[in-house]
């Protein structure tokens, strides 16, 4: 690591999805396992997608929703576990709040399960008062129906 050419781009088009996999895999026990079709899609739907690189090696990687006025929510924040504790984390989720598109948000959330402390430092704080899930059964079925319209055309 002593070597390091890192860079940070907003261009979803520089995401090769292969090596996102791949890099959630090794980084991210709550995102092992999905597919090339629903990374794109989620990239597809995502604004801003901010990726981190060591040359061409994908090493860190965070995206956002949001309306771009009053609410957003990052999702998948990652950084190799070989550039962990270098700072790039911090750098990256600054990168996303930092966007044009989220820098006028009036609330900002994320969820996580073992790194509060961490995005803390960075200004989060703890909410429990507003997190519900709705488990959506439709959503498996309207996923295979979008897998299958993108094959079709």
Do not use: C
Request: no cysteine.
């Amino acid at each position: 690591m002593n070597d390091l050419q890192i860079k940070f781009s907003d261009r979803k088009s520089e995401i090769d999805l292969y090596q996102l996999q791949e890099l959630l895999n090794v980084s991210a026990f709550w995102a092992k396992g999905r597919s090339i079709e629903d990374l794109g899609i989620a990239i597809a739907n995502s604004e801003p997608v901010i990726s981190v690189w060591n040359s061409n090696r994908l090493i860190g990687f965070a995206r956002a929703t949001s309306d771009g006025i009053y609410r957003a929510t990052i999702w998948d924040v990652v950084i190799h576990p070989e550039y962990q504790r270098s700072g790039l984390g911090s750098n990256l989720v600054e990168t996303v709040l930092r966007h044009p598109r989220m820098k006028w948000v009036e609330r900002i959330y994320l969820m996580t399960t073992h790194q509060q402390g961490f995005y803390e430092k960075i200004g989060f704080q703890t909410n429990s008062t507003t997190t519900m899930v709705l488990h959506n059964q439709a959503n498996h079925a309207f996923v295979l129906l979008l897998k299958f319209s993108f094959r079709n055309h």
